[in-house]
Protein backbone atom coordinates (compact mmCIF):
# COMPACT_ATOMS: atom_id res chain seq x y z
CA UNK A 1 0.00 0.00 0.00
CA UNK A 2 1.17 3.14 -0.93
CA UNK A 3 0.04 6.84 -0.19
CA UNK A 4 0.59 8.52 -3.72
CA UNK A 5 3.48 11.06 -2.28
CA UNK A 6 6.86 10.53 -3.77
CA UNK A 7 9.64 10.39 -2.70
CA UNK A 8 12.49 10.76 -5.45
CA UNK A 9 12.59 10.21 -9.16
CA UNK A 10 14.73 7.61 -10.10
CA UNK A 11 16.45 7.49 -13.62
CA UNK A 12 15.82 3.78 -15.89
CA UNK A 13 19.60 2.21 -15.45
CA UNK A 14 18.90 -0.03 -17.66
CA UNK A 15 16.31 -2.49 -19.56
CA UNK A 16 17.40 -6.39 -19.79
CA UNK A 17 15.04 -8.31 -21.91
CA UNK A 18 13.65 -11.75 -20.18
CA UNK A 19 11.45 -12.88 -22.74
CA UNK A 20 8.46 -12.90 -21.97
CA UNK A 21 9.09 -9.62 -19.79
CA UNK A 22 12.28 -7.75 -19.02
CA UNK A 23 14.49 -6.52 -15.63
CA UNK A 24 14.76 -3.14 -15.07
CA UNK A 25 17.40 -1.53 -13.17
CA UNK A 26 16.60 1.96 -11.54
CA UNK A 27 19.37 4.02 -10.34
CA UNK A 28 18.30 6.21 -7.02
CA UNK A 29 21.20 6.96 -4.39
CA UNK A 30 18.99 8.80 -1.62
CA UNK A 31 16.36 5.81 -0.86
CA UNK A 32 18.20 2.76 -2.46
CA UNK A 33 20.39 2.39 0.70
CA UNK A 34 16.96 1.89 2.63
CA UNK A 35 16.19 -0.99 0.21
CA UNK A 36 16.50 -4.92 0.34
CA UNK A 37 15.27 -7.62 -2.20
CA UNK A 38 11.74 -8.57 -1.48
CA UNK A 39 10.43 -4.99 -0.94
CA UNK A 40 7.95 -3.63 -2.57
CA UNK A 41 8.34 -0.03 -4.57
CA UNK A 42 5.81 1.96 -6.67
CA UNK A 43 7.55 2.57 -9.67
CA UNK A 44 5.33 5.59 -11.82
CA UNK A 45 2.17 3.98 -9.60
CA UNK A 46 3.01 0.67 -10.21
CA UNK A 47 3.87 -1.87 -7.68
CA UNK A 48 6.70 -4.04 -8.16
CA UNK A 49 9.25 -6.33 -6.26
CA UNK A 50 12.42 -5.51 -5.84
CA UNK A 51 14.71 -8.32 -6.70
CA UNK A 52 18.29 -7.41 -6.05
CA UNK A 53 20.19 -4.17 -4.75
CA UNK A 54 23.66 -3.41 -6.03
CA UNK A 55 25.48 0.20 -5.04
CA UNK A 56 22.64 2.94 -6.20
CA UNK A 57 20.41 0.62 -8.35
CA UNK A 58 17.77 -1.62 -7.65
CA UNK A 59 16.23 -4.65 -10.03
CA UNK A 60 12.69 -5.62 -10.75
CA UNK A 61 10.89 -7.84 -13.11
CA UNK A 62 8.03 -6.26 -15.01
CA UNK A 63 5.78 -9.06 -17.25
CA UNK A 64 4.37 -9.16 -19.93
CA UNK A 65 0.83 -8.01 -18.38
CA UNK A 66 2.51 -4.94 -16.33
CA UNK A 67 4.00 -3.87 -19.89
CA UNK A 68 0.99 -4.35 -21.85
CA UNK A 69 -1.00 -2.24 -19.25
CA UNK A 70 1.25 0.57 -18.11
CA UNK A 71 3.66 3.18 -19.63
CA UNK A 72 6.58 1.24 -18.00
CA UNK A 73 6.87 -0.57 -21.68
CA UNK A 74 7.52 2.72 -23.07
CA UNK A 75 10.73 3.43 -21.24
CA UNK A 76 14.46 3.44 -21.59
CA UNK A 77 17.53 3.86 -20.41
CA UNK A 78 17.61 7.34 -19.14
CA UNK A 79 14.14 7.53 -18.36
CA UNK A 80 13.16 9.11 -15.25
CA UNK A 81 10.16 7.64 -12.83
CA UNK A 82 8.82 8.07 -10.20
CA UNK A 83 9.61 6.22 -6.69
CA UNK A 84 7.38 5.79 -3.23
CA UNK A 85 8.46 2.81 -0.93
CA UNK A 86 5.27 1.03 0.96
CA UNK A 87 4.02 2.71 3.76
CA UNK A 88 4.94 1.01 7.37
CA UNK A 89 1.99 0.73 9.86
CA UNK A 90 2.15 3.93 11.57
CA UNK A 91 2.88 6.20 8.95
CA UNK A 92 1.12 9.67 8.09
CA UNK A 93 -1.03 9.18 5.20
CA UNK A 94 -0.53 12.24 3.13
CA UNK A 95 -1.57 11.75 -0.19
CA UNK A 96 -4.53 9.26 -0.67
CA UNK A 97 -4.65 4.97 -0.38
CA UNK A 98 -2.97 3.69 -3.43
CA UNK A 99 -2.69 0.18 -4.27
CA UNK A 100 -0.38 0.47 -6.90
CA UNK A 101 -2.32 -1.82 -9.27
CA UNK A 102 -2.45 0.37 -12.31
CA UNK A 103 -6.02 0.18 -13.84
CA UNK A 104 -5.02 1.80 -17.14
CA UNK A 105 -3.14 4.43 -19.12
CA UNK A 106 -4.36 7.95 -19.49
CA UNK A 107 -2.74 10.32 -22.52
CA UNK A 108 -2.22 14.15 -21.77
CA UNK A 109 -4.43 15.81 -23.88
CA UNK A 110 -3.21 19.53 -22.79
CA UNK A 111 -1.82 21.83 -20.85
CA UNK A 112 -2.02 24.96 -19.70
CA UNK A 113 0.70 26.34 -18.17
CA UNK A 114 0.70 29.95 -15.76
CA UNK A 115 3.68 30.73 -14.60
CA UNK A 116 5.03 27.73 -12.56
CA UNK A 117 1.62 26.04 -12.04
CA UNK A 118 -0.10 24.03 -14.67
CA UNK A 119 -3.45 22.31 -15.61
CA UNK A 120 -4.02 19.35 -16.86
CA UNK A 121 -6.39 17.61 -19.05
CA UNK A 122 -6.41 13.58 -19.72
CA UNK A 123 -7.60 11.64 -22.02
CA UNK A 124 -9.03 8.55 -20.38
CA UNK A 125 -11.23 5.26 -20.73
CA UNK A 126 -14.90 5.04 -20.37
CA UNK A 127 -14.44 1.88 -17.96
CA UNK A 128 -12.00 4.36 -15.50
CA UNK A 129 -14.36 7.26 -15.74
CA UNK A 130 -16.89 6.12 -13.98
CA UNK A 131 -14.84 5.69 -10.96
CA UNK A 132 -14.04 8.94 -10.85
CA UNK A 133 -15.41 12.07 -9.82
CA UNK A 134 -14.91 16.32 -9.48
CA UNK A 135 -12.79 16.39 -6.10
CA UNK A 136 -12.14 12.89 -5.95
CA UNK A 137 -8.54 11.31 -5.32
CA UNK A 138 -6.44 9.94 -8.32
CA UNK A 139 -3.09 8.25 -8.78
CA UNK A 140 -1.15 9.53 -11.98
CA UNK A 141 2.12 7.71 -12.66
CA UNK A 142 1.84 7.10 -8.64
CA UNK A 143 1.20 10.95 -7.79
CA UNK A 144 -1.72 11.31 -5.61
CA UNK A 145 -4.24 14.33 -6.90
CA UNK A 146 -7.23 15.38 -6.68
CA UNK A 147 -9.34 15.77 -9.75
CA UNK A 148 -11.01 18.82 -10.88
CA UNK A 149 -13.45 18.07 -13.86
CA UNK A 150 -14.38 14.63 -14.58
CA UNK A 151 -16.36 13.67 -17.80
CA UNK A 152 -17.00 10.26 -19.50
CA UNK A 153 -13.37 10.55 -21.55
CA UNK A 154 -11.66 12.80 -19.67
CA UNK A 155 -10.43 14.46 -16.40
CA UNK A 156 -8.24 17.69 -15.39
CA UNK A 157 -5.90 18.06 -12.47
CA UNK A 158 -4.28 21.31 -11.32
CA UNK A 159 -0.73 20.91 -10.49
CA UNK A 160 1.22 23.32 -7.82
CA UNK A 161 5.02 24.07 -8.96
CA UNK A 162 6.33 21.80 -6.07
CA UNK A 163 4.53 18.33 -7.64
CA UNK A 164 6.13 19.88 -10.93
CA UNK A 165 9.58 20.12 -9.78
CA UNK A 166 9.56 17.22 -8.08
CA UNK A 167 7.85 14.51 -9.82
CA UNK A 168 8.05 13.54 -14.01
CA UNK A 169 4.58 15.36 -14.27
CA UNK A 170 6.84 18.19 -14.88
CA UNK A 171 8.33 17.78 -17.94
CA UNK A 172 5.41 15.81 -19.85
CA UNK A 173 4.48 16.72 -23.15
CA UNK A 174 0.60 16.58 -25.09
CA UNK A 175 0.86 12.90 -26.24
CA UNK A 176 2.67 11.63 -23.05
CA UNK A 177 1.08 8.48 -21.39
CA UNK A 178 0.49 8.23 -17.69
CA UNK A 179 -0.53 5.54 -15.26
CA UNK A 180 -3.49 5.76 -13.80
CA UNK A 181 -4.68 4.31 -10.31
CA UNK A 182 -8.58 5.27 -9.78
CA UNK A 183 -9.96 5.55 -5.93
CA UNK A 184 -10.07 1.88 -3.98
CA UNK A 185 -13.73 3.01 -2.60
CA UNK A 186 -14.57 4.01 -6.35
CA UNK A 187 -14.05 0.68 -7.37
CA UNK A 188 -15.63 -1.33 -4.72
CA UNK A 189 -18.91 0.96 -4.98
CA UNK A 190 -19.09 0.19 -8.65
CA UNK A 191 -18.72 -3.58 -8.10
CA UNK A 192 -22.02 -2.93 -5.77
CA UNK A 193 -23.89 -1.28 -8.25
CA UNK A 194 -23.12 -3.61 -11.33
CA UNK A 195 -23.43 -6.96 -8.53
CA UNK A 196 -27.27 -5.38 -8.49
CA UNK A 197 -28.62 -7.05 -11.39
CA UNK A 198 -26.92 -10.46 -11.37
Known amino acids: MFSGIVEARG ?3 DLIS ?4 CRLIIRQPSIV ?3 KVADSVSVNGC ?17 PETLARTNLGDLKPGSLVNLERALAVGDR ?3 HFVSGHIDGVATLLSRDDYGDWSFFRFRIEK ?14 DG ?5 VDSEPELFSVAL ?3 TLAVTTLGPLKVGDKVNIETDLLAKYVERLLEARGW
Do not use: N
Open 33 to 35: PQI
Open 160 to 162: IPY
Open 47 to 63: CLTVIAVEGDTMAFQAG
Open 93 to 95: LGG
Open 18 to 21: EPPG
Open 11 to 13: TVA
Open 143 to 147: VSLTI
Open 127 to 140: RLARQMASKGSVAV
